[in-house]
T-cell receptor
Framework: AQSVTQPDIHITVSEGASLELRCNYSYGATPYLFWYVQSPGQGLQLLLK??????LVQGIKGFEAEFKRSQSSFNLRKPSVHWSDAAEYFCAVVRDAGNMLTFGGGTRLMVKP | GAVVSQHPSRVICKSGTSVKIECRSLDFQATTMFWYRQFPKQSLMLMATSNEGSKATYEQGVEKDKFLINHASLTLSTLTVTSAHPEDSSFYIC???????????FGSGTRLTVV
């Protein structure tokens, strides 16, 4: 069965600092990969996704993620964090298009002024 | 883009009553709807998958008689929490695969509080 691991439960960064959120997946083939952000009490917003092609994916709000097949990773990055980026971030994978997403445990990002 | 409208956003009910949560796909046909549950500070866990015109598929450990799912049309899927108890208090989110699989569209979630 596929699984997703986000090793960092909490991360605190200073505003303006760079950010990297880790995501590792366990699956024999390359799945479809997603990053979502969730503000408290809100639904999920898609930041970016990887299906195939260029392994560096650009998303909204200045986020990007890099797919590394050899490491089974899909880490999310942002060069300069803004206070409004404080939220919960979820990595998710799906094996086949249209099937259910499997979510990682989430990483809570806090931003210091 | 594709939109899934989820209602209500918040509901408080008494123990023993039932609550219905609706998810409507506004500009596409959702033949499949995934229902997730999220406890505070935790990730989303799939409860069940509904397919239009057929019975829902429930994940292990989810009581199908307690969480009734109906997907009677291509634009509406409902989750009814029957005989609700305080331990059913949670955040429920629906999600549908988008047409041509550009990804998934999520509802905005329903915060259920059972008192």
């Amino acid at each position: 069965a596929q699984s997703v691991t986000q090793p960092d439960i909490h991360i605190t960064v200073s505003e303006g600092a760079s950010l990297e959120l880790r995501c590792n997946y366990s699956y024999g083939a390359t799945p479809y990969l997603f990053w979502y952000v969730q503000s408290p009490g809100q639904g999920l917003q898609l930041l970016l996704k990887y299906f195939s092609g260029d392994t560096l994916v650009q998303g909204i709000k200045g986020f990007e993620a890099e797919f590394k097949r050899s490491q089974s990773s899909f880490n999310l990055r942002k060069p300069s964090v803004h206070w409004s980026d404080a939220a919960e971030y979820f990595c998710a994978v799906v094996r086949d298009a249209g099937n259910m997403l499997t979510f990682g445990g989430g990483t809570r990002l806090m931003v210091k002024p | 883009g594709a939109v899934v409208s989820q209602h209500p956003s918040r509901v408080i009910c008494k123990s023993g009553t039932s609550v219905k949560i609706e998810c409507r796909s506004l500009d596409f046909q959702a033949t499949t709807m995934f229902w997730y549950r999220q406890f505070p500070k935790q990730s989303l866990m799939l409860m069940a998958t509904s397919n239009e015109g057929s019975k829902a598929t429930y994940e292990q450990g989810v009581e199908k008689d307690k969480f009734l799912i109906n997907h009677a049309s291509l634009t509406l899927s409902t989750l009814t929490v029957t005989s609700a108890h305080p331990e059913d208090s949670s955040f429920y989110i629906c999600s549908a695969p988008e047409a041509r699989f550009y990804g998934y569209t999520f509802g905005s979630g329903t915060r259920l509080t059972v008192v």
